[in-house]
């Protein structure tokens, strides 16, 4: 983290400020590290607290903003060295970000920076090398025109290539130098920031094509619907039939069952007729035996009356 590196720039440092030199970073790489704009505020304030200069400061892809930009101009205009590189590419920094950084570089007391010499003397100037490509920059060529025409004629130079290079070449001591004196390779290169209307196009896509989503989920539902209608009818259909042939197969049952209950039915009558018969030849039996009994019964009291007589006769 930002703490551990700061710890690290301490030790690093060390030697040269208890010897009373300044303590000057040859550079500071953080590049693709996941510096946000909090942690890089945290980073420039301490460094500008513990007067640590960097000669190239290197924080190229992490997504810093133009707030990072701020502390990072602060941090460039309180250092005692001239910044040689700055390295910003793939960030989210904008028009407002690159204008602040290249004004505190036009009234920094030791920019353009130049190239080690002896001691006391100067040696020639050269440009900052600035690569801010792949940001959020809107306008790249209306922001040079606007700040080169802020400066006095031959004041602000800034030179943007299509390409990484050629730098302009150092300029010798003795000539008067530009007070802003920028290499921008690429500089042109640029995302396009998102902007509100793209926002509410976008937005718009997406209502649209949830309406589609819900037409197209309307239009499967009421293709459902119809097919379990179609079905539910075609079910109907179906039992209707089945029901139409039980009918038929019942009809066709029917006559046979009719006879059947005929034949029971005639066949119950002639069981009666029989008992009838028999209950009636019973009737007719026993009437006989009576009427034989009561003959009989007849005979022998006359039988008897003849004998009585006849004895009364023979006395």
Not at 250 to 278: F, I, T, V
Request: aromatic letters at 4%.
């Amino acid at each position: 983290g930002v703490d551990g590196l700061l710890n690290e720039i301490r030790h690093i440092t060390a030697p040269q400020t208890q010897h009373g030199h300044k303590a000057v970073l040859e550079m500071l790489d953080i590049s693709s590290s996941g510096l946000d704009d909090t942690n890089a505020a945290k980073l420039f304030e301490v460094l500008t607290r513990l007067q640590v200069a960097s000669k190239r400061v290197m924080v190229s892809g992490n997504g810093l903003s133009d707030a990072a930009m701020t502390a990072l101009s602060g941090y460039l205009w309180h250092s005692p060295e001239p910044l040689w590189e700055l390295g910003l590419a793939d960030n989210k920094v904008t028009d407002k970000g690159v204008e602040e950084l290249l004004r505190c570089l036009y009234n920094h007391p030791n920019h353009p920076p130049r190239l080690p010499v002896a001691p006391g003397t100067s040696g020639p100037a050269f440009p900052l090398r600035l690569d801010v490509r792949n940001n959020l920059v809107e306008d790249p060529e209306g922001l040079i025109r606007k700040i080169e025409s802020a400066g006095a004629q031959g004041s602000v130079q800034l030179i943007a290539t299509p390409g990484d290079g050629p730098a302009p070449p150092p300029m010798e001591g003795g000539r008067p130098l530009p007070y802003l004196w920028v290499f921008l390779p690429r500089f042109l290169e640029q995302r396009r920031a998102p902007r509100d209307s793209d926002s509410k196009r976008d937005r718009g896509s997406r209502h649209e094509r949830g309406k589609e989503k819900e037409k197209e989920a309307a239009k499967e539902k009421s293709s459902k619907d119809v097919k379990d209608k179609k079905s539910s009818k075609e079910k109907s259909k179906h039992d209707k039939k089945d029901k139409d042939k039980d009918r038929e197969r019942e009809k066709e049952r029917s006559p046979a069952k009719d006879k059947e209950r005929e034949k029971e039915k005639a066949k119950d009558k002639d069981k009666k007729k029989d008992k009838g018969k028999e209950k009636d030849k019973g009737s007719r039996t026993k009437d006989k035996d009576r009427d034989d009994k009561r003959e009989r019964e007849k005979a022998e009291k006359l039988a008897a009356e003849k004998l009585a007589q006849e004895q009364a006769g023979a006395g």
